[in-house]
């Protein structure tokens, strides 16, 4: 059986169903219990995700912290190498600097500095992306600066069932997974399975299915790039699309595959214009498909500047539908 969620909704349940699964699976953060909501009801949080699991796990497995990002991601990965499986929410994206010693230093090495004797089965949700004019250091998207260091794996959903998925084969994974939520995905609804099934980290999505140009989107970008896509169609721009879920380890061999039949490429991504993500999917594609390619790989992000806080600076700040359509079909041009 399906079912119609968001993916606030298909994380609160994949929160609840791998808690009673597993006693040793533990959540911690800033506010996750965050008072009562209008029907009495806990709110877990500024988004909601963790809703109710205090209620029915108890505080000893659901522990509100102070603000000390720096305290609690560090207590987690203190909790991981005794055997217990955090997941952790770290508010913002824009606040892991506050942790990032825990991170690269501790949690990213254990692993590899035990001699594979300590595991770290750590999985710290956080959330990313602008459109709500949350402003400079509450927009960013620093998946790619995350997914740069060795040790830490990255994934990027954009669908419910791939939320509740990511987040249940996470709590599996040897290493630590950071997970980046886009804030303004919250309350985007899809088809999920009863069951929540687990999505293998490392493998991406073919979404669309086309020959004229390969098209990598990451998180919201995709969704605009899925609409570009079908009204390209159209008009005669069949656009092949690759949600690749996992920013580290990437899924290379789809989107190789994709371009040694399209020989076309773009890369949209809401992170930085430069070291992002986007350059990584274009040194790939240089590097290992070079051989395929018809033109010179494009990338569309924001500018290199921090987040504009008016609306309407914002918006122009993103990359809009206008952008990716007007590029893909510029693109087109070059034989």
Not at 6 to 30: C, F, P, W, Y
Not at 37 to 46: C, S
Not at 87 to 112: H, P, S, T, Y
Not at 311 to 328: G, S, V, Y
Request: hydrophobic residues 45%; negative net charge.
């Amino acid at each position: 059986m399906k079912q119609d969620m968001t993916i606030r909704e298909a994380l609160n349940k994949a929160h609840h169903q791998v808690m009673a699964a597993d006693n040793s699976v533990i959540v911690i953060g800033e506010d996750i219990v965050g008072g009562t909501g209008f029907a009495g009801e806990e709110r877990g949080g500024v988004f909601g995700v963790t809703a109710g699991l205090a209620t029915k796990f108890g505080t000893g497995r659901v522990i509100d912290t102070p603000i000390s990002e720096t305290a609690f991601v560090g207590m987690a990965v203190g909790a991981a190498m005794t055997g217990l499986k955090p997941i952790v929410e770290v508010m913002f994206c824009d606040f892991m600097g506050v942790c990032f010693d825990q991170l690269m230093n501790q949690a990213a090495k254990a692993r590899f500095l035990s001699g594979d004797r300590v595991l770290m089965p750590l999985v710290i949700r956080t959330t990313m992306g602008a459109g709500d004019s949350s402003g400079a250091v509450h927009s960013q998207s620093l998946h790619a600066m995350l997914a740069s260091i060795p040790g830490l794996t990255v994934v990027c959903p954009s669908t419910p069932a791939d939320a509740a998925g990511l987040l249940k084969s996470a709590l599996k994974h040897p290493d630590p997974v950071l997970m980046f939520e886009h804030k303004g995905l919250y309350d985007y609804t899809g088809d999920v399975a009863d069951s929540l099934p687990a999505v293998p980290i490392g493998q991406g999505r073919l979404v669309l299915e086309g020959s004229d140009v390969t098209v990598v989107a990451v998180s919201a970008m995709l969704h605009r790039c899925e609409t570009v896509a079908l009204g390209l169609a159209s008009k005669g721009i069949s656009v092949e699309l690759i949600d690749p879920r996992t920013i580290r380890p990437i899924d290379s061999k789809l989107i190789l595959s994709s371009l040694s039949k399209t020989g076309r490429l773009v890369v949209i991504d809401e992170g930085p214009e430069f070291g992002g993500f986007a350059d990584s999917v274009i040194a790939l594609a240089a590097s290992e498909g070079f051989a395929y390619l018809k033109a010179a790989p494009v990338k569309i992000t924001p500018p290199q500047t921090p987040t504009p806080y008016g609306r309407a600076l914002e918006k122009a700040w993103l990359p809009d539908e206008n952008k990716i359509a007007t590029t893909l079909t510029e693109m087109m041009t070059v034989a």
